[in-house]
């Protein structure tokens, strides 16, 4: 684990010191877009047009980030347009890397460069941040897109749609600010929640994420009493986005980043609805336990100092969910 400085790598932890113990997220660095006719989107340089061929995304199957961006690949049926590329599940001193000793781990498949720093570096020599996934690159002009994922899925939401013809949309117009309220508190208390529990140094830093995280898991359980999905009946981004934190719940947040106050299984509308979205055609190819469990357990060795890697919980994604 570590950060660019001026392009030169540097091992370090995050740093808790200077915020009293609490896990500060930063924010990512390439904010383009790829829009139909390569016109500017809201932010960064235009120039990025969707195009076949062109682009490649460097994913974790580990990391939630990553993985929304994995499932609108595969929902807006992106594969042979957007290629791939999996690190490895391990991420110790050199960060993100491609080694391939582990299945699922796929390695650089475009420049067979070692870590995931140097495609930062291939975009920015004198880059100063975190390597973080997921990256979207562009081989064209040969830099990154972007390393939001927020932002990738929704450019994957409709950049695309004339050349794949599939014009199904997670983030419909009508839905824009119903949407924005509910995406604010998931990410804040639950997609960064669980990191700001399982990284805080302070007993005060940890209480104050873990309480509201299960204030809002409680919520969401109410919600999705009479709500098939967070905004009714149709499935949109806030669902993915929820999914991809849901879906690592027990395996790896209740345990390892202390949110123990429930399981995921003790929420039963929140249990189904993660079941359900799970069994929608292609999902469970983007869910990689193996690299979800190993990743989080065998890399943080501040939380997890011996790299054992637990034997459970045994859960049954594939049970009826009866959600319709
Ligand atoms: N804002 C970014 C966050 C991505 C992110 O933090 N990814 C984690 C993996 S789950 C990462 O690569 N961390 C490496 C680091 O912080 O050094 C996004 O949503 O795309």
């Not at 950049?159 to 508190?185: C, K, S």
């Not at 790896?252 to 949110?259: A, M, S």
């Amino acid at each position: 684990m570590g950060l660019l400085v001026d392009g030169v790598w540097h091992d370090k932890w995050y740093d808790t010191k200077s915020t009293g113990g609490k896990f500060k997220r930063s924010d990512a660095k390439f904010r383009n877009w790829i829009t139909a006719d390569g016109s500017p989107g809201p932010s960064g340089t235009g120039g990025f047009k969707a195009d076949s061929g062109r682009y490649h995304l460097y994913v974790s199957y580990a990391c939630p980030w990553a993985h929304r961006t994995l499932i609108f690949r595969k929902l807006k049926n992106l594969e042979d347009y957007i290629s791939l590329s999996v690190v490895h599940p391990d991420m110790l001193g050199d960060g993100w890397t491609f080694a391939t000793d582990d299945k699922g781990a796929t390695g650089d498949t475009l420049y067979g460069l070692p870590f995931a720093r140097d495609i930062y570096l291939k975009a920015d020599p004198r880059f100063s941040g975190r390597v973080t996934v997921p990256i979207l690159w562009d081989k064209d002009r040969e830099t990154i897109v972007s390393n939001e994922s927020s932002e990738i899925i929704r450019m994957f939401n409709s950049a695309f749609d004339t050349l794949t013809g599939n014009t199904e949309d997670y983030w419909p117009e009508e839905l824009h600010d119903p949407i924005a309220p509910v995406n604010d508190r998931i990410y804040d208390t639950l997609n960064n929640g669980v990191y700001k529990s399982g990284f805080a140094t302070t007993q005060a830093a940890y209480d104050a994420a873990v309480v509201p995280l299960f204030d809002t898991l409680e919520w969401l359980e109410e919600r999705l009493e009479s709500n098939r999905y967070l905004m009714g009946d149709t499935l949109t981004e806030a669902d993915w986005r929820l999914f991809t934190t849901l879906v690592r719940f027990d395996p790896v947040y209740h345990l390892h980043f202390k949110c123990n106050l429930k399981r995921l299984i003790d929420f039963p509308n929140l249990w189904a609805y993660t079941r359900a979205l799970y069994q929608m055609p292609g999902i469970a190819e983007t869910v990689n336990f193996d690299h979800i469990i190993r990743h989080y357990h065998y890399s943080h060795d501040s939380i997890n100092p011996h790299r054992i890697i637990p034997v459970g919980p045994a859960l049954d994604f594939t049970a009826p969910h009866g959600r319709g």
